[in-house]
């Protein structure tokens, strides 16, 4: 069992962030510290959102560690460049040689940011990142943190191979973010959903069978998978598989229709 110190915000509709975090790491058998960066009514994708803002997230985390070591900490939605600079001031305070830290870089998707970001959230991204030991951004994320253009590769989506076209275009991306891992997270390739794996010098592809609806927080639990796996031991490899089955399978098994709310991973938790 390991500690994981957890900065996400938590959300009353969405099925995401915070509750994909606790759930998944509980399950693999991992104790959770959470530090809500926000609370939101719902997440960003709902028109109406509101949200109220953790202005004490700095002391809360060193309140917990004060009391309990961190063995990991994970680092996900966080609001705006003021509270994410928070945290990347933690983790550098209490960060030793033994501690891992995941990253995932929650910033936009198809090319956009998400509307309560800017582009200051994106360098404070970048300077928490390069400290990461392993990363999983999408590959809207993995352009901001790379500086490719991302309209340039997705106008390459429907030709053979686009999966590891995206892996050339990203080539170096780990010097370039200064992260040690990273999983670069569903990339579009017609009827199916690629991942792609970069562990060191080695790049590799996990893919598995896209849904006909593109659910809101498959990243949170998809990235929830990779970290408590890769502390049980697991390789990144392995980790990406078992992430990407989870999270397809639980979105195969979700009736509703309204992408917003989530999918209903909670049923496969024993599967893991």
């Known amino acids: 069992m390991q500690n994981i110190l957890i900065f996400n915000d938590i959300s009353g509709l969405g099925n995401n962030s915070m509750v994909a975090n606790i759930s998944v790491f509980s399950r693999l058998g991992h104790y959770c510290m959470p530090v809500p960066t926000a609370c939101y009514s719902c997440h960003t994708g709902f028109d109406n959102f509101t949200a109220?803002?953790?202005?004490?997230?700095?002391?809360?985390?060193?309140?917990?560690?004060?009391?309990?070591?961190?063995?990991?900490?994970?680092?996900?939605?966080?609001?705006?460049?003021?509270?994410?600079?928070?945290?990347?001031?933690?983790?550098?305070?209490?960060?030793c040689k033994d501690t891992y830290l995941f990253v995932d870089p929650i910033m936009g998707d198809n090319g956009r940011l998400y509307p309560v970001f800017d582009d200051g959230y994106v360098s404070a991204m970048k300077a928490v990142v390069?400290?990461?030991?392993?990363?999983?951004?999408?590959?809207?994320?993995?352009?901001?943190?790379a500086d490719v253009d991302y309209g340039e590769i997705v106008s390459h989506e429907n030709e053979p191979s686009y999966?590891?076209?995206?892996?050339?275009?990203?080539?170096?991306?780990?010097n370039k973010v200064g992260s040690k891992q990273a999983v670069i997270t569903g990339v579009r390739c017609g009827g199916l959903l690629?991942?792609?794996v970069l562990d060191g010098s080695q790049t590799s592809f996990v893919t598995n069978e896209r849904t006909d609806v593109d659910f809101s927080g498959t990243?949170?639990?998809?990235?929830?998978?990779?970290?408590?796996?890769?502390?049980?031991?697991?390789?990144?490899?392995r980790a990406a598989v078992?992430?990407?089955?989870?999270?397809?399978?639980?979105?195969?098994?979700?009736?509703?229709?309204?992408?917003?709310?989530?999918?209903?991973?909670?049923?496969?938790?024993?599967?893991?």
């Open 194 to 196: 690629g991942n792609i």
């Open 130 to 145: 390069r400290q990461a030991d392993c990363i999983t951004p999408n590959l809207t994320e993995a352009c901001l943190l």
């Open 52 to 95: 109220v803002k953790n202005n004490d997230t700095v002391d809360f985390a060193r309140r917990i560690c004060a009391n309990a070591k961190a063995d990991a900490f994970y680092v996900g939605f966080c609001n705006d460049t003021a509270t994410l600079q928070g945290v990347q001031t933690v983790v550098t305070d209490i960060l």
């Open 242 to 272: 078992i992430a990407a089955q989870f999270v397809g399978n639980a979105a195969k098994l979700t009736k509703r229709t309204d992408r917003r709310f989530g999918v209903d991973f909670c049923k496969l938790l024993d599967t893991l």
């Open 219 to 237: 990243g949170d639990a998809f990235s929830s998978v990779v970290l408590g796996e890769l502390l049980n031991g697991v390789s990144l490899k």
């Open 163 to 174: 999966l590891k076209y995206c892996a050339d275009k990203l080539c170096g991306f780990l």
